[in-house]
């Protein structure tokens, strides 16, 4: 099955599988004690879980050739730098084509369709135990405020007064440098209602937008 089709050095059924599932496994383990110190998106996580898959698969598919180990490194650097910045996860998608299309370059076709059967049995899988995904209290409320205003500690009495945790996550400017706006990661408590937070917020920051709603990534901003 994986035995490529312009070599006859073929590559055993059981150990590829073996590999293949303590990826898995130890992907999934190290993506649950990241999630466990350092809060993720699930896009992020789901990648941490399933990127030793690919991992294996490319070095088992360059198996000690030089020409394939560079040249699988710089299409690996042309997909980082020379495309357009996405999600983790769409990032993991673009590695999985290429490495299945070295793949199949080089004659391995079952190991390219096993590779994306086990890609895909595994995102189905941690996408249906919503996998990464954070509690709903878990939320991001983003500030923002003219830059005429000292922001420093300016929401901190109304963030200890209706939060259970919070921190400045990060702070940038839009509207051409009019003005900041500042992102805070939020632990709200139970039965929480966001109407009088915010409406508090509003009366401070000169009623420029608040937004409280799910942990988004830079690129989804």
Sequence with gaps: MLESLFTRGATPLVPVLLCMG????????????????????????????????I????????????????????????????????????????????????????????LAALLFVLYAVMSLLLGAVHFGQTSVMYRELRICVPESLD????????????????????????????????????TLPENFKSRPLLDEIRTR?????VALGRITTMNEM
Excluded at 56 to 66: D, K, M, S
Excluded at 73 to 92: D, H, K, N, T, Y
């Design 22 to 53: 303590a990826a898995i496994l130890l992907g999934v383990l190290s993506s649950l004690l990241y999630m466990k110190k350092n809060p993720c998106t699930p896009s992020f996580a789901m990648t941490l879980a399933l990127l030793p898959l």
């Design 55 to 110: 991992s294996a698969g490319v070095i088992l598919a360059v198996n000690g050739n030089l020409g394939t180990g560079i040249a699988v490194a710089g299409a690996f650097s042309l997909v980082r730098f020379r495309s357009v910045q996405g999600s983790a996860r769409e990032i993991l998608a673009v590695f999985l084509s290429v490495v299945m299309g070295m793949c199949l370059g080089v004659g391995y076709l079952g």
């Design 151 to 186: 922001y420093d500690g300016m929401f901190d009495d109304l963030l200890d007064a209706n939060t259970k945790e919070w921190h400045l996550e990060r702070v940038r400017t839009i509207e051409m440098g009019s003005v900041y706006q500042l992102s805070f990661h939020v």
């Design 205 to 209: 920051n000169g009623n420029l937008p």
